[in-house]
């Protein structure tokens, strides 16, 4: 298995462009999530899925979007980006349920917005 | 969720045993003790949890008290890769999946 994959890597934007960050898993886990981290601090989760066509929002979910037309994908959608969305962005998997409560995450995806 | 308390920071012989001490003093009987770790510009990587026995696996070791208060997570054989940001994290059996609050955890340098 690949695991949480996540493209691309790296990414620099202008302020006002828009984009999609990729995330992929292959272990037919149920929960998905995306989260930021910022320098100093600790992870702040941005959206979640707890299945395909589920999402709901997290902390911090201004300027992001998400969809999840399938198990194993979760993109998140920069509308218009910000400075303030430079981060790394970690997209992270559950089995869910009562007994697959660990999260598995990706490499994540270092975004800056000059 | 239950707050954990563990000290900024530990430092380990290459080939010692790191024993990371968590204390959630405060958990409930339905928390669980997870444990994870962030190496270096890495993503969080999930290490082992339990409930209230003693669990091992590949990775690591996790002790809980008896009483539950506290907890200490053992890497039986530090190596240099193992020097990395450890979080413990006490949460709910079935709660909010989807979420999980890193506290600063415990920087382990692992030394040649």
């Known amino acids: 298995n690949a695991g949480v994959t996540q493209t691309p890597k790296f990414q620099v934007l202008k302020t006002g462009q828009s984009m999609t960050l990729q995330c992929a898993q292959d272990?037919?886990?149920?929960?998905m999530s995306w989260y930021r981290q910022d320098p100093g601090m600790g992870l702040r989760l941005i959206h979640y899925?707890?299945?395909?066509?589920?999402?709901d929002q997290g902390e911090v979910p201004n300027g992001y979007n998400v969809s999840r037309s399938t198990t194993e994908d979760f993109p998140l959608r920069l509308l218009s980006a910000a400075p303030s969305q430079t981060s790394v962005y970690f997209c992270?998997?559950?089995?869910?349920?009562?007994?697959?409560?660990?999260?598995?995450f990706g490499p994540g995806t270092r975004l800056t917005v000059t | 969720d239950a707050k954990t308390t563990q000290p900024p920071s530990m430092d380990c012989a290459e080939g010692r045993a790191a024993n990371l001490p968590c204390n959630h003093s405060t958990i409930s009987g339905n928390e669980y003790v997870y444990w994870y770790r962030q190496i270096h510009s890495q993503g969080p990587q999930y290490i082992i949890h339990g409930l209230k026995n003693n669990e091992t696996n590949e990775m690591a070791s996790l002790i809980i008290t008896e009483d539950r208060k506290s907890s200490t997570l053992i890497l039986p054989h530090a190596t240099l890769r193992d020097t990395a940001v450890y979080y413990c994290i006490v949460r709910p059996r079935g709660g909010s999946n989807y979420k999980l609050t890193f506290g600063k955890g415990t920087l382990l340098t692992v030394n040649p």
């Open positions: 992270a998997s559950s089995p869910g349920g009562t007994s697959g409560l660990e999260q598995y």
């Open positions: 272990m037919n886990h149920e929960y």
């Open positions: 899925s707890v299945g395909a066509g589920i999402t």
